[in-house]
């Protein structure tokens, strides 16, 4: 059983930094090779979206449009821990966000395993 625990968040102010971080277990093997991760978010009274994933085995990142530029997402694979860092935080940023991983086989927008959730707020 795949488990994602997130940490980071809280409340900045508008332009500031804040740094997500989702630490996966429970993968046969201990390698993530074979699974996608994906970031989400969803503001209240809105539905949710993803900010963006990276694949675990290659490495490659994609970023929404709406973040592109001032989010990135990156891996340790020492660690199992994927990142969101933010940069240039808005208003519209303030959501609950969310880890989720997906084996690579899966469709792309069946992710299986979700951590609890972190609440980011922008202030302005």
Not at 44 to 69: C, H, L, M, N, Y
Not at 71 to 78: E, L, M, P, W, Y
Request: include cysteine; hydrophobic fraction near 35%.
């Amino acid at each position: 059983q795949v488990q994602l625990v997130q940490s980071g968040g809280g409340m900045v102010q508008a332009g500031g930094s804040l740094r997500l971080t989702c630490a996966a277990s429970g993968v046969h093997g201990r390698t993530f090779t074979n699974y996608n991760f994906a970031w989400f978010r969803q503001a209240p009274g809105k539905e949710r979206e993803i900010v963006g994933s990276v694949a675990w085995g290659s490495g490659v990142t994609f970023v929404s449009d709406s973040v592109k530029g001032r989010f990135t997402i990156s891996r340790d694979n020492a660690k199992n821990t994927v990142y969101l860092q933010m940069y240039m935080l808005q208003p519209d940023d303030t959501a609950v966000y969310y880890c989720a991983v997906r084996h690579r086989a899966s469709p792309p927008n069946e992710y299986q395993y979700w951590g609890q959730g972190t609440q980011v707020t922008v202030s302005s």
